[in-house]
């Protein structure tokens, strides 16, 4: 999909992001010149990137080729209403529009539903407008100590030297680094099977929800000291402190994999496995996880 033209132009909405933080430096590498998108203060531009303070609302000043969008997928149809020069589009989504499409919280229905939308409209516009478009669906992102999964989780552990889970914890998982997400984007530029598709990307591991938690235990040098608290004394506790909901409680328990067979496939994707790697972890104040509710309320995300 790239051409042997000497300079390539890109945008990269989200570009402070998990994936962007490993994006970036690969695009330059690549030989891109890149207009790196944020909402907050811009960090200094370097050779091969500019970067500009913008929300996605509104035009902007670029003749971009490539688009690289890591922000949510739902604000990108209406951006390229006014953004029309674009060629091909990596646009990420999340397994979320499936794994949560049944949920038993509205709120997280109305995830789901906003980015099987967002999907629909952003194909249909680049169907319209002829251009080259290729959807990334990862789950469980990590890798750079900003996540709100494996990072909470290991901050949960410096802070209280041991972590609860639910039941016996044997939902399988799939956990996927930022910077293989970086790589999957020029992959999926690099070859034509994949213009216009989707592709699910898990990580190259698939362990239990426990066996995730010992591998962090492990990656920060301590001894594994995990509290089983059964499912019917959360559900109690659910009741007693309404911002646990039970449809995350419960998904602890069960399988969120995916298959990422067809992007191996076509863009030769290949992730690297959780354990015995980067996770990536960052020392930050816990402190404001002051007593078991704020550590239940945490878990609750996971």
């Known amino acids: 999909m ?6 390539k132009s890109a945008l990269v909405t989200g570009a402070t992001s998990q994936i962007g933080r490993f994006l970036l430096p690969r695009l330059e590498s690549a030989g891109f010149t890149v207009t790196a998108i944020t ?17 996605l609302q509104s035009s902007l000043d670029s003749q971009a080729d490539f688009l690289f969008h890591l922000a949510p997928l739902p604000l990108l149809p209406p951006f390229l209403a006014h953004n029309s020069t674009l060629t091909r589009i990596i646009a990420f ?14 709120h997280e229905r109305a ?3 906003q980015l ?30 900003i996540d709100k999964n494996v990072t909470f989780i290991a901050q949960l552990i410096r802070r209280f ?6 039941g016996r914890g044997t939902g399988l998982r799939q956990p996927v680094h930022a910077d293989d997400l970086a790589a999957a984007c020029l992959q999926a530029c690099l070859s034509p099977a994949t213009a216009n598709k989707a592709y699910n990307l898990s990580g190259g591991e698939t362990l239990t929800y426990r066996d995730m938690v010992e591998a962090i235990f492990q990656q920060l040098g301590k001894k594994s000291r995990i509290i089983s ?10 009741r007693i402190i309404s911002r646990l909901p039970v449809a995350m409680i419960t998904r602890m328990n069960q399988d969120l994999c995916f298959d990422h067979a067809a992007a191996y496939q076509d863009f030769a994707y290949s992730p690297r496995t959780f354990r015995d790697n980067n996770m990536g972890f960052e020392r930050r104040d816990d402190s404001h996880f002051s007593n078991f509710s704020n550590i239940c ?4 995300v996971f």
């Open 116 to 145: 099987k939308e967002a999907e629909i409209a952003f194909s249909a516009i680049c169907q319209a407008h002829n251009i080259s478009w290729t959807i990334l669906r990862p789950t469980l992102i990590y890798g750079c100590g």
């Open 39 to 55: 909402r907050q203060s811009p960090p200094p531009n370097s050779a091969g990137i500019s970067w500009q303070q913008a929300d």
């Open 297 to 300: 309320l945490i878990n609750a």
């Open 161 to 166: 030297g041991f972590f609860p889970i639910l």
């Open 229 to 238: 608290i059964p499912l019917p004394v959360f559900k109690i506790l659910s």
């Open 111 to 113: 995830i789901a539903a």
């Open 2 to 7: 790239l051409t042997n033209s000497p300079t």
């Open 93 to 106: 989504s999340s397994t979320s529009c499936f794994t949560k499409e049944n949920s038993p919280e509205r």
